[in-house]
């Protein structure tokens, strides 16, 4: 069945960088965008971005444009997101979703329809 | 950037109850708004897209409806299963983003 495979929990200090790795597996790695979405303590969902893996194609949230790089690998079906200029603001739970569509009417209404079960990610001197 | 609203922010209910939790856009999205549950520990589990559509395998107790600016999630008969925090968010523009939640718990 479709999954995704979130690497383990990390600890960084302030001004540091992380890379959450997120592996697909069970359908066409290249034929869905994996979206990126954190959730903070005590705090909603927030949207950092999305790529595409066919094309490498990318759109980043305005928040940590500068400080985020999206990538994936085809040969492995994995994507990553490296965050980098780490403050405490960035402590949260990282997902990798897989983002889907459905065409009605000639519009295109996008979703998220897999999760993987988050990366935790504490910034702490 | 479009702000999301969801009421109530948390709800205690019982098993077999029916409640509605409604979700409000700062502009007008269409019929671009999804819903989500969270448990913590899980993986976030989507169960409307495009505001009425079920997702594969969700139980039919889940419904949604709405357009524009007001939308709402019911669940006609609740299961202790379905004790989470609920989640809407739009997918009209990018930015997406996401309602604050609405934490269901057991009365």
């Known amino acids: 069945q479709v999954h995704l495979e979130q690497s383990g929990a990390e600890v960084k200090k302030p001004g540091a960088s992380v890379k959450v790795s997120c592996q697909a597996s069970g359908y066409n790695f290249v034929s869905y965008g994996i979206t990126w979405v954190r959730q903070a303590p005590g705090h909603g969902l927030e949207w950092l971005g999305w790529?595409?893996?066919?094309?490498?194609?990318?759109n980043y949230a305005q928040k940590v444009l500068g400080r985020v790089t999206m990538t994936t690998e085809k040969s492995t079906n994995t994507a990553y997101m490296d965050l980098g200029s780490l403050t405490s603001d960035d402590t949260a739970v990282y997902y990798c979703?897989?983002?889907?569509?459905?065409?009605?009417?000639?519009?295109?209404?996008?979703?998220?329809?897999?999760w993987g079960k988050g990366t935790t990610v504490t910034v702490s001197s | 950037d479009i702000q999301m609203t969801q009421s109530p922010s948390s709800l205690a209910a019982s098993v077999g109850d029916r409640i509605t939790i409604t979700c409000r856009p700062s502009q007008a999205i269409g019929t671009y708004l999804n819903w989500y549950q969270l448990i913590p520990g899980k993986a976030p589990k989507l169960l409307i897209f495009a505001a009425s559509n079920l997702h594969t395998g969700v139980p039919s107790r889940f419904s949604g409806s709405g357009s524009g600016t007001d939308f709402t999630l019911t669940i006609s008969s609740l299961q202790p299963e379905d004790f989470a925090t609920y989640s809407c968010q739009q997918s009209y523009n990018y930015p997406w983003t996401f309602g604050p939640g609405t934490k269901v718990a057991i009365k």
């Open positions: 979703a897989r983002g889907n569509s459905m065409i009605r009417g000639g519009d295109s209404y996008y979703y998220i329809d897999v």
């Open positions: 790529i595409s893996p066919y094309n490498g194609n990318t």
